[in-house]
């Protein structure tokens, strides 16, 4: 069974090792390729024995023999590992937690004929290449992301080597089935993306995802996250997980960890370490990319609301509110209010306290399938950022209210 080579992009890939502080969480058995690792079709898992899940999981990805497949969702454990080391399906049951693959179906679904393409896809159902994810983040949010990297572009072999893996928070939640041991839920996950770009250079794009925001308000998990990408650096990933990626990938990856003036002076890096909210590729960060000015925590000016969903004619009856929540008078000449596609130049002014309607808001416009909005000041800084979320029909004529941010009341 061939599963993840570290060749693949004709540059050496190794998989990750284990830090000081993952010892006595690596799985090892004689069963296992160097007593570790569990290979499967097109990629490779290590398991974290303690919790029971994948400490990662390592996927090539071949663009040009990538197949359609159906799918089996025939779930099963793997002898190898053994069942005492991988969560079934008694905590996927009957709860709001998905068994979220690590290394994804459809990417893993390639080969020479659609028979081993087939194989392959059917190789990614099981427990070990699962991790519980809420409904919400594995079917949404994180299946953009993948969307992405199996459609990425920006490589110039149709090759990527992606590794995905759980992040475990301080303040773990559980979940326990009856007469079953408890398991941690994963406060998020990492995905490091590794393709050779256009220059012929080892190019890597890390992300981290939490499904962790404000924690589960109720035990049912019933309510909606605000689940954010976040492209970071790897450092950040090293330190949040044990792994030690090969030192190819830190020195490729564009973001930043550590204090860097130069880098700050330059790139109009706003704090180390980088965290930049990506919800489009357009938002991605790349080696050489000037950083823009984020100041949504000393600009006391927000997007309240937006009716993303109209009844009628949408382009007519879309408006965003904006509130002052500074003790100044703010005049929004020169202020934009943007979305990924375009821009719109607001006017007029709003006394502490205040609040407009913007709208209609052509040339922006509010995609019922999610979105972005952010504000920017005269000078180009951002002063608020907004996510909403997929519109149903159900929601129409009901406008999205954002939570104001950071917000510190004093009597």
């Known amino acids: 069974m061939q599963g993840y080579d570290p060749n693949f992009l004709g540059q050496p890939v190794p998989l990750p090792k284990f830090s000081p502080s993952l010892i006595g969480f690596v799985l090892e058995k004689p069963e296992l390729m160097n007593g570790v690792y569990a290979p499967y079709h097109n990629y490779t898992v290590a398991m974290n024995r303690q919790l029971r899940t994948p400490l990662f999981a390592a996927l090539n990805i071949d663009q ?12 099963r454990v793997d002898t190898r590992i053994g069942a005492e080391y991988q969560l079934n399906n008694d905590y996927y049951a009957a709860n709001p937690w998905d068994r979220g ?16 393409a087939k194989q392959a896809a059917d190789d990614t159902f099981f427990y070990a290449n699962a991790a519980l994810q809420h409904e919400n983040f594995n079917q949404d949010e994180w299946l953009a992301l993948e969307d992405w990297v199996l459609a990425l572009t920006l ?13 475990f928070g301080d303040f773990a939640r559980s979940i326990t089935p009856q007469g079953r041991p408890t398991a941690l839920i994963p406060a998020g996950f990492f995905k490091v993306v590794v393709y050779i770009d256009q220059q012929d250079q080892l190019a ?21 996250f ?21 030192s190819q990938i830190p020195d490729s990856n564009p973001l930043f960890f550590n204090e860097n003036a130069e880098a700050a002076d330059r790139l109009n890096v706003n704090s180390f370490p980088e965290h930049i909210e990506v919800d489009t590729p357009a938002e991605m960060v790349a080696e050489g990319d000037r950083r823009e000015t984020v100041r949504d925590q000393e600009i006391s000016v927000f997007i309240a609301a937006a009716l993303v969903n109209p009844s009628g004619e949408e382009r007519f009856g879309e408006w965003v509110s904006i509130i002052n929540l500074s003790n ?79 917000l510190t009341i004093t009597g």
Do not use: C
Request: proline share 6%; aromatic share 8%.
């Open 155 to 167: 490589d110039s072999t149709n090759r990527i080597s992606v590794f995905s893996g759980p992040i």
């Open 64 to 75: 040009t023999k990538l197949k359609t497949v159906s799918r089996t969702d025939h779930w």
């Open 204 to 224: 890597v794009r890390a992300f981290i995802m939490l499904q962790d925001e404000g924690a589960l308000r109720d035990k049912q998990g019933k309510r909606m």
């Open 328 to 406: 100044d008078r703010v005049d929004f000449a020169g202020w934009t209010l943007r979305d990924p596609e375009a821009e719109l130049t607001l006017s007029g002014s709003l006394a502490p306290g205040e609040a407009m309607q913007v709208g209609p808001l052509h040339p922006l416009s509010l995609a019922n399938r999610g979105g972005t909005l952010s504000l920017y000041n005269p000078a180009g800084e951002r002063a608020d950022r907004v996510k909403y979320p997929i519109q149903s029909q159900r929601l129409e004529d009901k406008p999205v209210v954002f939570a104001l941010r950071d």
């Open 101 to 116: 693959h690590l290394a994804r179906k459809s990417a893993a679904a390639w080969g020479e004929t659609a028979r081993e």
């Open 226 to 246: 605000n689940f954010q990408r976040y492209q970071v650096s790897i450092t950040e990933i090293e330190a949040q997980t044990g792994l030690l990626f090969p």
